[in-house]
C-alpha cells in the first residue's frame, strides 16, 4: 500500500501515523492559567532534544472536536512554564481521565484524585505521585497550522529534575522500579520494561 498523507483526511492520516511511530512516551503536563488555576493533560507527541542544554519537545494537536487551541498550549503561551510528570503503570487511569476535553476552567488535579506538589523551580504544581518530574521554562515553540489536523512544538528547557529518592541508583534512574507506560495506537497502551533485552553496542568514539 502507497500512502500519500495530503490525498487523505486528516483524521486517516492521524491513524497511520500514530500506528507507525509507537511505543510513544507520554508526558503529563501540568500547567496553570493566567489566574493559577491548573490543568493536566497527557501528550503522546513527546521526545528528547539534548543534553546541554537540556532540552525536550512534545506536540499539542489542534483540538479536532472544534478547532480550538488546547488547554495545555494556551497556559504555556501565558506563563512559559510547564512541568512534564512521568507516567508509571499506577496513575494510568488517572493520566487517561486528565486526557477527556473538560471546559478550560476546569482543575483535572481536582477530577483525577491527584495530588499536587509545589514545583521547585517554577510555579506550577507537580504530580505527586509521578516519580520522575521535569521543570521546564519554554524554549521555543511553533505552529504548524490552526485548523484541526495540524499542531504545535513545545520545546521545553529543564531546568531542574526531580527525581524519587528510591529510584535514583549511581546517578542513573532505575527503569524497573520506575515502570513507565508507554503508548500505541488508539487505546493500546505497553509496559515498557516488561518485555526488554540488552544488546551490546561496538564502541567507536563517543557513543550517544
Ligand atoms: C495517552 C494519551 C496521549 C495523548 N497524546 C496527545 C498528543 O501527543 N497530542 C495531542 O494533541 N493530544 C494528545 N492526547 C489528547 C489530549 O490529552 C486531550 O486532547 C486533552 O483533552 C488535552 O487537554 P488540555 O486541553 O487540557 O490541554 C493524548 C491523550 C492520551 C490519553
Not at 496553570?32 to 490543568?39: C, F, L, P, W
Not at 507527541?45 to 519537545?57: E, K, Q, V
Not at 495545555?72 to 512554564?81: F, G, S, V
Not at 541508583?169 to 533485552?197: H, M, V
Amino acid at each position: 500500500m502507497i500512502i500519500e498523507p495530503r490525498t487523505i483526511p486528516w483524521k486517516d492520516a492521524y491513524k497511520l501515523l500514530i500506528g507507525s511511530v509507537l511505543p510513544r512516551p507520554i508526558a503529563f503536563v501540568s500547567t496553570v492559567d493566567h489566574e493559577g488555576r491548573a490543568n493536566l493533560a497527557p501528550f503522546s507527541f513527546f521526545t528528547c532534544i539534548s543534553a546541554d542544554p537540556m532540552l525536550i519537545c512534545f506536540a499539542p494537536m489542534v483540538r479536532g472536536s472544534d478547532g480550538a487551541k488546547k488547554d495545555t498550549l494556551k497556559n504555556i503561551e501565558a506563563t512559559e512554564q510547564f512541568i512534564i510528570n512521568i507516567v508509571s503503570e499506577d496513575i494510568i487511569n488517572q493520566v487517561n481521565e486528565c486526557a477527556t476535553e473538560y471546559p478550560y476552567e476546569i482543575d483535572e488535579f481536582i477530577v483525577s484524585g491527584l495530588k499536587k506538589e509545589a514545583g521547585h523551580k517554577v510555579n506550577i504544581p507537580r504530580v505527586k505521585e509521578s516519580q520522575v518530574h521535569l521543570e521546564c521554562t519554554l524554549y521555543e515553540l511553533h505552529h504548524y497550522g490552526s485548523h484541526p489536523g495540524s499542531g504545535s512544538l513545545v520545546i521545553g528547557k529543564v531546568e531542574l529534575i526531580n527525581v524519587a529518592d528510591h529510584l535514583y541508583e549511581d546517578g542513573k534512574i532505575n527503569t524497573n522500579k520506575l515502570n513507565p507506560i508507554g503508548r500505541l495506537a488508539g487505546q493500546s497502551y505497553t509496559r515498557a520494561i516488561s518485555d526488554t533485552f540488552i544488546l551490546n553496542r561496538k564502541k567507536s568514539g563517543d557513543s550517544k
